[in-house]
């Protein structure tokens, strides 16, 4: 079994574009994988064992994410020095921001206060291929005004069984947000990126499978026409019997931070 002598956070940043999500899968590319891997080269023979604060979809990138670091045999004797050497061997696109020792009674699950994720979109054109990684460009154009309303139906406490991909019914759907709005984009900035794209901010402690993705799902449709406000309202009871049939692509989806 393995004992846990010296305890470790550390803050990472990514582009997922590439990778397949957090968890190691069979001749698959994942962030676990890689982290891993480069912590073997950095420490050594020291023995280890890392742990994400939750996991991540395929395609989905991170501003500000984290995992445990479980060190055995002897602790770091110098954190600076280990987060440059952990750098220089990581790949391009992950980043280790900083490291803290913290206690063995942490727990990286339980304890995280909040995370914010944010969902980057432009609407109405084809944008720069360069976009790809970390927007989602839906062609035809949106109602992003009735969008903005329907986003802010979301905040608050409500029933998100319908926002939780193959939900059944033995799960705990009641989950409350602390924010949800739809602004437009200001924070992510580039020269190839249209002139108008948007940002669907959201704050809470605990998501569902997916849900993020099928709420902007639910969002866009709303923008087509589709669906109107009252289909929303009535997806966040506890009745709802509706079916969300629409998950957004990942590849909009950024972990912008989280909060312990």
Not at 207 to 224: D, E, S, T
Request: proline fraction near 3%; charge should be positive.
């Amino acid at each position: 079994m393995f004992q846990k002598r010296y305890y470790y956070l550390i803050k990472f940043q990514f582009l997922g574009y590439r990778f397949h999500g957090w968890q190691k899968q069979p001749n698959t590319k994942t962030l676990h994988l890689m982290i891993d891997r480069t912590m073997k080269y950095v420490l050594q023979n020291q023995s280890f064992k890392t742990l994400a604060a939750s996991r991540t979809d395929a395609k989905v990138s991170a501003e500000e994410a984290a995992f445990e670091l479980f060190l055995r045999d002897q602790p770091l004797t110098d954190l600076v020095q280990f987060l440059d050497d952990f750098n220089a061997n990581l790949p391009q696109d992950i980043r280790a921001l900083s490291i803290q020792e913290v206690t063995s009674d942490f727990n990286i699950i339980q304890d995280s206060k909040y995370k914010e994720y944010h969902y980057i979109f432009a609407q109405g054109e084809k944008c720069h291929p360069f976009c790809a990684p970390i927007m989602t460009t839906i062609l035809e154009p949106l109602d992003v005004a009735l969008m903005t309303k329907g986003a802010q139906l979301f905040e608050g406490k409500h029933n998100f069984k319908s926002y939780c991909y193959k939900a059944t019914d033995n799960g705990l759907y009641e989950r409350e947000l602390q924010k949800c709005e739809l602004v437009e984009n200001e924070l992510y900035t580039a020269n190839f990126f249209p002139k108008k794209s948007y940002i669907l901010r959201v704050v809470g402690k605990g998501f569902g499978r997916h849900q993020i993705r099928l709420m902007m799902g639910a969002l866009i449709k709303l923008g087509r026409g589709e669906v109107d406000l009252d289909f929303i309202t009535q997806s966040l009871t506890k009745e709802s019997v509706v079916s969300i049939d629409y998950i957004s692509p990942a590849s909009g989806l950024i972990l912008h931070k989280i909060t312990f």
